[in-house]
């Protein structure tokens, strides 16, 4: 079956230090993986995919089909990432499992 | 573009009553999804429709829980009657199989609270 596991339900850390949010998941086939990110008050929203191997707003991303981990890292937090953050797992037919997510602060 | 769009925000009723909520997807895209997102867990997916065809409702309460989307556009989903444990956000996302990179966009979702 396919789970997406995300061991810690809050993380805090200090503005300027850095920050990985762990992800790790069950898959037989040849998984699409994805972040997703909901700030304050607003809706859920795509933050990044492993196939764009892009950074966005910092973070980037890393598929490891040896560990099956898809840890989500910043060298550098700021106060805006402060977020509920959801790794996200997608099978056929374009439906995603997510995982339970990482409530992140980031303190001033 | 304009986004996906939910109402109501919220909702209260009590247990066994009925209730509905609509969702309108970004324009032109093709897919729809409805989601279950109880407090403290991520969404869970209910039922995927391909324009006005259901492509997965494996994950539907199918005794209280129906979807439809009549005209391949706005999509309705109901609970009748509703349990204590429907209490939950519910999420309507869209995507457009043709723009070719699946990204999933959310509504605001409903946050329903049955006492």
């Known amino acids: 079956a396919q789970r997406v596991t995300q061991p810690e339900k809050l993380l805090s850390v200090f503005k300027g230090a850095p920050v990985e949010l762990k992800c790790n998941y069950s898959?037989?086939?040849?998984?699409?993986l994805f972040w997703y990110v909901q700030y304050s008050r607003q809706r859920l929203q795509l933050l990044l995919r492993?196939?764009s191997r892009e950074s966005i707003k910092g973070f980037t991303a890393d598929l490891n089909k040896g560990e099956t981990s898809f840890h989500l890292k910043k060298p550098f937090a700021q106060e805006e990432d402060s977020a509920m953050y959801y790794c996200?797992?997608?099978?056929?037919?374009?439906?995603?499992?997510f995982g339970q997510g990482t409530r992140l602060t980031i303190n001033p | 573009e304009a986004g996906v769009a939910q109402s109501p925000r919220y909702k209260i009723i009590e247990k066994r009553q009925s209730v509905a909520f609509w969702c309108n997807p970004i324009?032109?895209?093709?897919?729809l999804y409805w989601y279950q997102q109880i407090l403290g867990q991520g969404p869970k997916l209910l039922i995927q429709?391909?324009?006005?065809?259901?492509?997965?409702d494996s994950q539907l309460p199918k005794d209280r829980f129906s979807a439809e989307r009549l005209k391949g556009v706005d999509s309705t989903l109901k609970i009748q009657p509703a349990k204590l444990e429907d209490s939950a956000v519910y999420l309507c996302?869209?995507?457009?199989?043709?723009?070719?990179?699946?990204?999933?966009?959310f509504g605001p979702g409903t946050r329903l609270t049955v006492l």
């Open positions: 996302a869209s995507s457009s199989v043709r723009r070719g990179d699946n990204e999933q966009f």
């Open positions: 898959y037989s086939g040849s998984p699409e």
């Open positions: 492993h196939i």
């Open positions: 996200a797992l997608m099978r056929r037919a374009q439906k995603l499992v």
């Open positions: 324009s032109g895209h093709a897919t």
């Open positions: 429709f391909q324009n006005n065809g259901v492509v997965d």
